[in-house]
């Protein structure tokens, strides 16, 4: 039995099957499992996950109950959950990534969607079932009192399932995007609505990335479920049930990073881009090609920035990695589609012999990207709309004259806003504009903010973010 325990969608941990039935273990992708590998380790905790793939499935199946620990990685004991596949499709593409996922983030074409629909409150009950699955392995695994540490919008409703079972357990829930006002919020049929609030109440700690998210969160629970809010306490009183609410802003370990940015494999991407380049500026953009993170709208303020500003024309190339993401769904294949198109667009219109003004690179190579930060003159984080996004905060930890072009609608802006560029995600010139006032900077200047954003960064890195939350539940 474990003291402390972690629930998320994806593990520390995958597998993969090769023809001939081998079983390959690699470490897990994405910023949460980045975030909280590191601190997890420990004998006396436990992470809960999902069986995402074949591999990951097959290596359930030959494991005791799933228990899969450490098998060459420092990761601490691993649970891993072999739901059906089935059930796990429409849990996590139709309902958390095209629903929940586009509700946080403000994304939906009204005109045309959402529909909830018969078919919609069929999927709605595979992830309840998917919840449930979460919520019984964790009631089955948590010693007397435990800790129990849910993370994000795929697991909104184990809180109060657990709860059920296993009242002696102290739990909380974090989110790692944004949460919608209740205008948007509302959008959700009214019943399902108010069981994802209930699910999240259903913890003793429900925590955000910023206060901006925190409170969105309360206004949903005093206008959906007519729930007692005390703002200046930070509580949500529902049903008998006192929640607390948290505000905790993840960081960066930046000696971690820094030490991993001047590994052999970044020094030669470093090496081969410079190669590509020359001496030019770099204008630098690090991402997944998921619709949140606005890539077309930041490639047409680069085309803007090269129609406004000739005398930049052979001096400055935008390195943009935009990572493969979410290809199952039919939008962000046709939002890749997209970016392609309109990075050949600037190609065309302002390549010359010797200058390729736009670099768009779409195959995922982490050692690459940490070349980039730490090349980078000027760094480009325009989402429409972003829980945190670590990439505002890595970038000026591995370049002492990054400029950072911030969303205002990240929420990194909280934290980083006062000493970067703030653009308006939908301004196309004034993100422009922004581009050049980076590039035009004088270097005492941006060093002088880029080691105030370096400090901010670094301020809660993910272990004190762990424990800080661990503290809560006190």
């Not at 199946?61 to 004991?77: H, K, M, S, W």
Request: charged share 25%; net charge negative.
């Amino acid at each position: 039995m474990s003291s402390t325990l972690i629930a998320s969608n994806r593990g520390p941990v995958s597998f993969i099957l090769s023809d001939d039935g081998a079983l390959t273990m690699r470490r897990g992708g994405g910023g949460l499992v980045s975030g909280l590998s590191e601190v997890a380790r420990g004998d006396d905790h436990l992470w809960v996950c999902a069986a995402l793939t074949d591999g990951d499935r097959s290596a359930v199946r030959l494991a005791p109950e799933g228990r899969i620990d450490r098998a060459g990685y420092d990761t601490g004991p691993v649970r891993m959950l072999d739901i059906a596949p089935a059930v796990f499709h429409r849990a996590y593409n139709a309902v958390a990534n095209s629903t929940l996922w586009f509700v946080s983030h403000l994304l939906y074409n009204t005109p045309f969607a959402p529909t909830f629909d018969t078919r919609f409150h069929r999927e709605w009950e595979s992830y309840r079932e998917y919840n449930g699955a979460f919520a019984l392995a964790l009631a089955e695994e948590a010693a007397h009192g435990a800790k129990v540490m849910i993370q994000d919008y795929h697991l909104t409703l184990a809180p109060a399932m657990l709860r059920v079972d296993r009242p002696d357990l102290r739990v909380a829930h974090f989110s790692h995007t944004p949460w919608a006002p209740p205008e948007y919020f509302s959008l959700l049929p009214d019943g399902i609505a108010a069981e994802i609030l209930q699910g999240v109440l259903g913890a003793d700690h429900a925590g955000f990335l910023t206060d901006r998210w925190a409170a969105a969160f309360m206004d949903c629970c005093e206008a959906v479920l007519d729930a007692r809010v005390d703002r200046a306490a930070k509580t949500v009183e529902f049903e008998g049930r006192l929640t607390r609410i948290g505000v905790h802003a993840l960081g960066v370990d930046g000696d971690a990073l820094v030490a991993r940015a001047f590994e052999p494999d970044v020094e030669s991407h470093m090496l081969a881009i410079k190669e590509q380049v020359g001496d030019r500026r770099l204008i630098v953009r690090i991402d997944r090609t998921e619709l949140s993170k606005n890539i077309v709208r930041g490639m047409l303020a680069y085309r803007e920035f090269l129609a406004e500003h000739p005398e930049w024309h052979g001096k400055v190339v935008h390195l943009a990695f935009a990572y493969p993401s979410r290809h199952d769904l039919p939008e962000y294949r046709e939002y890749t589609a997209a970016v392609q198109r309109c990075a050949k667009e600037i190609e065309d219109e302002y390549a010359t012999d010797d200058w390729d003004p736009l670099i768009l690179n779409m195959q995922d190579d982490y050692p690459r990207s940490l070349a980039a930060y730490r090349m980078a003159d000027v760094l480009l984080v325009n989402p429409i709309r972003d829980g945190m996004n670590l990439v505002a905060k890595e970038g000026p930890i591995l370049s002492p004259r990054c400029v950072l072009v911030l969303s205002r609608e990240a929420g990194a802006a909280a934290e980083l806003g006062p000493d970067s560029l703030l653009v308006n995600p939908y301004d196309v010139s004034g993100t422009a504009a922004a581009l050049h006032e980076g590039l035009v900077m004088p270097d005492k200047e941006r060093a002088e903010r880029c080691t105030r954003l370096r400090r901010a960064a670094t301020a809660l890195p993910p272990e004190r973010w762990f424990a800080d939350q661990l503290a809560a539940l006190t």
